[in-house]
């Protein structure tokens, strides 16, 4: 399965300042997805990014919060714009296994925003 | 609407006997459904999965049981360890789809 690293591990970042969150995957992938899982919490699908187009958002996600970036097969970013902290929490970055295949996890970036 | 309920929210179990985690789902198109376990500060990593065409799928400890026509799946640990304490997440896949439903999730304990 494909190894997924994600930086930062974890930040504390101040209220109303942004933060982008890096994704490498050691394999191509055509489909990328971030994840948003607070504590205690399943995990919430941001949205998905395919390379070469504009990321799809889940209800209750805008671009404007959460803009992604998905420059090549191997890499994307999540930004965390304006942070309050209510966006404290564990994001997550997958990729697919292929069609019909689960997806594999990155270990995520644990944000605590004071 | 959730789409897979996952029972129960947590699970304490004494070291050697047998975890269960149950998982029902509405969506009929869903078509293939894996487990993933999650240790505290990473990611969940995929444990175990099966399609429905099968009832009953075992790797090691971990055995799948499914029932097509209830719309339930279940994950069984036998012989239960202290490191097997971790969150279980069940999760559904359609066909042709890249797109994941995950359960709520389950934490179990595993007490010696």
């Known amino acids: 399965s494909a190894v997924i690293s994600q930086k930062p591990s974890r930040d504390i970042c101040q209220r109303g300042t942004s933060l982008t969150i890096q994704c490498q995957v050691d394999?191509?992938?055509?489909?990328m997805f971030w994840y948003r899982q607070q504590p205690g919490q399943s995990l919430t699908l941001i949205a998905t990014?395919?390379?070469?187009?504009?990321?799809?958002?889940e209800s209750g996600f805008v671009i404007d919060k959460f803009p992604i970036s998905r420059p090549n097969l191997t890499f994307s970013t999540l930004t965390v714009s304006n942070m309050s902290p209510e966006d404290s929490s564990i994001y997550l970055c997958?990729?697919?296994?292929?069609?019909?295949?689960?997806?594999?996890f990155g270990d995520g970036t644990r944000l605590s925003i004071l | 609407q959730q789409q897979v309920k996952q029972s129960p929210q947590s699970l304490i179990v004494q070291k050697g006997g047998i975890s269960i985690i149950n998982c029902a789902y509405e969506n009929t198109a869903f078509d293939y459904f894996p487990w993933y376990q999650q240790f505290p500060g990473k990611g969940p990593a995929l444990l175990i999965a099966?399609?429905?065409?099968?009832s009953e799928k075992k790797e090691g400890r971990f055995t799948i049981s499914f029932n097509k026509s209830a719309k339930q799946f279940s994950l069984h640990i036998m012989d239960s360890q202290p490191g097997d304490s971790a969150t279980y997440f069940c999760a559904a896949l359609g066909a042709g789809s890249y797109q994941l439903t995950f359960g709520k999730g389950t934490k179990l304990s595993v007490i010696p």
């Open positions: 099966i399609r429905p065409d099968v």
């Open positions: 997958s990729v697919e296994g292929g069609t019909d295949q689960p997806q594999h």
């Open positions: 990014a395919n390379q070469g187009s504009e990321a799809t958002y």
């Open positions: 394999s191509q992938v055509t489909m």
